[in-house]
DNA sequence: CTTGACCCTGTAGTTGCTACAGGGTGCATA
DNA sequence: TATGCACCCTGTAGCAACTACAGGGTCAAG
């Protein structure tokens, strides 16, 4: 499989691809006589590893761990359980987060009277924290 | 007053302050006669406006749009309206994605059994994109 | 034998800061 | 007067996680 291949078949930009090989994550695969990447399944299958890890919002470094852990079948996996929820109580944050952003964006939007910037609501909110009930970070 | 001051004054590393100063968010401002940088109130309140559009999510060139309008009162401000609510979309849209992803998380997580790898819940999911529901991203 | 699609390396750009290195200023204290 | 210390200056490089070239090489079809 050439390089473009593998890049439709997971949906990864040929240049992540590459990049991901430089960084260590994929490692090198063989190269053709005229020096083209040559991928087999196992390159297809661990792209497809690292892709969703990385949409389920892994960072490299944890899906660098994770990757670890799946190449060492016979280690404890807890790490990867570790892993994962931690991530969680990330995302779990940042939708708290978002959602008392989009409360103060919801109050301060839709006050607009098509009228002047100088009576603007929007732009006198946020001149004025003091005006905001959450907590915004 | 001085970049120490103001840095605390408004919460903001003194590095971002010289920051928004390269990159036209702030003017420039007085210097003392040992090249100083010297700030009065309207520098205080121009760096609240930025620091607390920054907050609500706001990337640095729509804070630049709202500063421009909040500098010519003179304009219609639906365009201040406008970009709030196209960020309000966003901001919804970010935490549908990420409700998703919490609850791919959850279904994945917790099922360690403690045993080794090999029967890891959580790597067999990551390899599998097919075991989702949910389509994150 | 040339066209076009594909591939290669290497480097620089993106966003929004943050972190130095290597120096200067200004004020209090010994 | 010296010196220590907190603070300030410029300029550049780094972070994450890619993305986008420039400037070339390869390969199959027509």
């Known amino acids: 499989m050439k390089i473009g291949e593998l890049s439709r078949a997971t949906g990864t930009n040929i240049e992540t691809i590459r990049y991901y090989e430089r960084i260590g994550l994929l ?3 063989a190269r053709t006589a005229g020096n083209y990447r040559s991928y087999g399944e196992a390159h297809r299958t661990r792209l497809a590893f690292v892709r969703h890890s990385r949409e389920l919002g892994f960072t490299i470094e944890e899906v660098r761990s994770l990757l670890d852990l799946a190449d060492h079948p016979e280690r404890e996996c807890c790490e990867a359980d570790r892993i994962a929820t931690r991530h969680l109580a990330q995302v779990e944050e940042k939708i708290g987060q978002l959602v ?30 003091t005006m905001c009930n959450g907590d915004h970070e």
Chains 1, 2 share one sequence.
């Open 27 to 29: 490692p090198e695969p």
């Open 100 to 129: 008392t952003l989009r409360d103060e964006l919801s109050r301060i939007i839709g006050r607009c009277r098509g009228g002047l910037a100088a009576d603007c609501r929007v732009i006198e909110a946020l001149g004025d924290h």
